[in-house]
């Protein structure tokens, strides 16, 4: 079967985009592994929170100005990148001394799904593929998520990487995860808007790589070399 996906090259003196199609060999997978804030739900909803909302309301609530709510908020999340507490939503409850999971709330009527997607999952789900939702969401913006998609009932499990106390970036996170999630590494396809956490899946042997042009739907796509990315989920997956 053929999945099409976009991949962007840089060709000197100008910078050329163009649209081709690669193949996946369905035949050749077992396990589909899938990230799920940027690859299959818009990042619009947290690029949206953690940039706009989350600063807005931590000002009013705390009486600050924008410009000192901006500060503190941007140098306690650089802090924190790559962690697990980036995405632990106790963390910055505990932190902020504001409610996260309640300002999340206010703005989930922007959680949705990327272009295509359900369709995609659905093809999926009637294949005989293993397909394991793969998120370092902590569990409260996951459940919310859930909540508002269904999303799990299109997967056959969800692996939250605060269980295994690592997050995706660090390669070990995929050699524990054989213990609750056994996977053949040269048969497993992972897909995911981070390219982080797709290095570090690189670097564990994880065979099937693909990125997302355009995680955040209000963004420009990027410009992807290092691993193919794809544009839409517009395809069917299926062993022949
Ligand atoms: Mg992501």
Redesign the pocket.
């Known amino acids: 079967m053929f999945c099409k996906i976009t991949q962007s090259i840089i060709k000197a003196p100008q910078t050329l985009t163009f649209e081709k199609y690669f193949m996946i060999n369905w035949n050749s997978i077992d396990s589909v592994f899938l ?5 299959l739900l818009d ?1 619009h909803f947290d690029n949206y929170f953690w940039l706009t909302h989350l600063p807005a309301r931590y000002s009013s609530i705390k009486g600050l100005s924008q410009e000192k709510a901006n500060d503190t908020l941007l140098q306690l999340i650089k802090k924190e990148e790559g962690t697990l507490n980036w995405y632990c939503l106790d963390f910055w409850t505990e932190k902020l001394g504001v409610d996260i999971r309640q300002l999340k709330e206010e703005i989930q009527h922007l959680i949705a799904f990327r272009p295509h997607v359900k369709t995609f999952l659905q093809s999926l789900k009637e294949s005989d593929h293993r397909v394991v939702l793969m998120t370092n969401a902590h569990h409260k913006s996951l459940n919310l998520k859930l909540s508002i998609t269904g999303l799990d009932h299109y997967v056959d499990e969800i692996v939250c990487s605060h269980d295994l106390k690592l997050p995706k970036e660090n390669p070990l996170f995929w050699e524990k995860l054989q213990d609750i999630e056994p996977f053949t590494k040269e048969r497993t396809l992972l897909i ?3 390219l982080p956490v797709l290095k570090s899946a690189r670097q564990y042997g994880i065979a099937h790589l693909y990125s997302i042009l355009q ?1 955040d739907s209000q963004k420009p796509p990027r410009d992807i070399t290092e691993f193919p990315a794809i544009d839409q989920f517009d395809y069917q997956p299926r062993k022949t």
């Open positions: 990230d799920m804030d940027g690859t990042l995911d808007d981070s995680p």
